[in-house]
Structures are given as structure tokens and as C-alpha cells.
């Protein structure tokens, strides 16, 4: 059974860094996409980036340029660096797995199948 695990959130102020962390248990094939979601408080799940084992990229247009998704397969740990950080960045924010293949990695959440249970950014 595969388990996702998130970390790293806390309170920030604006314009400051986090970085998020996500390790797997359990298998998940390195071909499968994985990717962050966040949730503000009263709002939709959104994709905020994922990242497959090309490895490609894919970024919401509100922090390309801002947040950085990488992976370490090795350490089955998925990371979000989060940098000039805003109010509007405040969310609970979650890590996902896809269970099949896609190319590029899907940034909506239909397509994943395995979730944590998500850590919470504050930006004040």
C-alpha cells in the first residue's frame, strides 16, 4: 500500500522561502507522475506542479518562476521549493501519485490516485 507523507509547512512571512517534502512508502514506479496541490481556506484543490521521470515539468502559471518541483527517486522524496513566497500561497498543500503513465505529468487532480494528507502554509 503506498502511503504519501508530507513536510516542511509553517508560517512565513511574505516574500519568504519553505520548502516542502514528500516521502513514498510503498512502490511507486518512477515512470508515474507525482505532483503538489494546494488547497486555500473556502476554495477548490488546485495543481500547483508536477514533475514525471523524463524528467519534465509542468508549473500553475501563479508560481512559475517562484517554485521549483524536483525528485529524488533514490529517496523516494518529492520536493517543492517555494521561494518569494505570498499571501495568496497560504494553503493546505498535498502531495500526489499518479498510478499509470502520462506525458506530459498531469497537473489536475483527476488524474492522481494516491494522496497525502497535505501540510499547511501560512504567508503573512
Known amino acids: 500500500q503506498v502511503q504519501l507523507v508530507e513536510s516542511g509547512g509553517g508560517s512565513v512571512q511574505a516574500g519568504g522561502s519553505l520548502r516542502l517534502s514528500c516521502v513514498a512508502s510503498?512502490?511507486?514506479?518512477?515512470?508515474?507522475?507525482m505532483g503538489w496541490f494546494r488547497q486555500p481556506p473556502g476554495k477548490e484543490r488546485e495543481g500547483v506542479a508536477c514533475?514525471?521521470?523524463?524528467?519534465?515539468?509542468r508549473y500553475a502559471d501563479s508560481v512559475k518562476g517562484r517554485f521549483t518541483i524536483s525528485k529524488d527517486n533514490a529517496k523516494n522524496t518529492l520536493y517543492l521549493e517555494m521561494n518569494s513566497l505570498k499571501p495568496e500561497d497560504t494553503a493546505m498543500y498535498y502531495c500526489?501519485?499518479?498510478?499509470?503513465?502520462?506525458?506530459?505529468?498531469?497537473?489536475?487532480?483527476?488524474?492522481?490516485?494516491?494522496w497525502g494528507q497535505g501540510t499547511q502554509v501560512t504567508v503573512s
Open positions: 510503498g512502490y511507486i514506479p518512477s515512470k508515474y507522475s
Open positions: 500526489a501519485a499518479t498510478r499509470t503513465i502520462w506525458n506530459p505529468c498531469p497537473i489536475s487532480r483527476a488524474e492522481y490516485y494516491y
Open positions: 514533475v514525471n521521470t523524463l524528467p519534465s515539468t
